[in-house]
């Protein structure tokens, strides 16, 4: 007997129902290849599928150079990102805090750098700082931006994974004798860990895509050496299709990453253990014989 699949947010649809989803699904295909194919007519008009604008970028000091660039991406991404989550555990957590005069001030730095755009960020770092004698190294000017407003994110992640969890959780730790924050540090955290998962490769996303900002503070990050390239071999636009083909590769990836983390684990099948067959009415009528 087949189980019966139930949607919640919305009912099965019906034949005519599939029958308008189905002349939908056409006609937006048909609309994006025929955008598609149009801008491809285009670009071919103006000559920008010339293979003299395309040929310098398969060279390999040009290669080169967008690689360098994307490893100072992933540089500075992944370690953007591991600063956000510490910086995100210990504000999330002072804000759960019972204690007002820790909790207030996590609370209200959480949401000034939430509210903040991350452009205004770089800039205050970048032009704010020096007028008061502090100049940063171009790498620090960049990441603290980041790790400030994706840490406040994630900090509310964090709080939020905390409040999902039971309340007897931290009764059953507080039963056994632990304080707050050994339960937090032993029981909840690595259970808020691990449900969040895909939330912290969705966070090294985050801090890759807003890399590319360093242009602003000439961080040499793959779109900064992408734009340097189109400057020098003067095709713009192929060396921005080729640094943003790497963004997607490179995201693409981290994305199927976080929905693999996503899944819950497969029920591994135990190995059967081999039972002698029952004995048959036959062979028993034999053996009583």
Not at 218 to 247: D, K
């Amino acid at each position: 007997m087949k189980s019966s699949s139930t949607t919640v947010l919305f009912d099965e649809l019906g034949p005519k129902g599939k029958a308008r989803l189905k002349v939908a699904t056409i006609v937006a295909v048909v609309v994006v290849l025929g955008a598609l194919a149009g801008i491809y007519f285009q670009l071919d008009h103006v000559g920008q599928l010339s293979s003299r604008l395309w040929s310098p970028l398969w060279e390999w000091p040009n290669i080169r150079y967008l690689l360098d660039g994307l490893g100072m991406t992933l540089r500075i991404g992944l370690s953007c990102a591991a600063m956000s989550l510490v910086f995100g555990t210990v504000f999330g957590l002072g804000r759960l805090s019972p204690r007002r005069w820790l909790a207030v001030p996590a609370a209200a730095a959480i949401e000034l750098f939430r509210a903040i755009p991350l452009i205004l960020l770089v800039y205050f770092f970048l032009i704010g700082l020096p007028t008061f004698g502090w100049s940063l190294p171009p790498f620090w000017v960049l990441s603290i931006p980041i790790v400030l407003h994706a840490g406040s994110v994630f900090a509310e992640i964090v709080r939020a994974g905390v409040n999902s969890l039971d309340r007897g959780q931290f009764d059953a730790a507080a039963a056994i004798g632990l304080r707050r924050g050994q339960a937090l540090r032993l029981v909840i955290l690595p259970q808020v860990f691990r449900a969040l998962r895909p939330a912290l490769v969705t966070q090294v996303i985050r801090t890759l895509k807003e890399s590319s900002l360093g242009y602003v503070v000439s961080y040499p990050e793959l779109l900064r050496n992408g734009q340097v390239l189109g400057e020098y071999n003067a095709n713009f636009v192929q060396a921005y299709a080729v640094t943003a083909a790497i963004y997607i590769v490179i995201n693409f990836g981290l994305s199927r990453i976080a929905e693999l983390l996503d899944r819950p684990p497969r029920v591994r099948r135990r190995s059967r253990i081999a039972e002698p067959a029952p004995a048959t009415p036959a062979a028993t009528v034999g053996t009583l014989s």
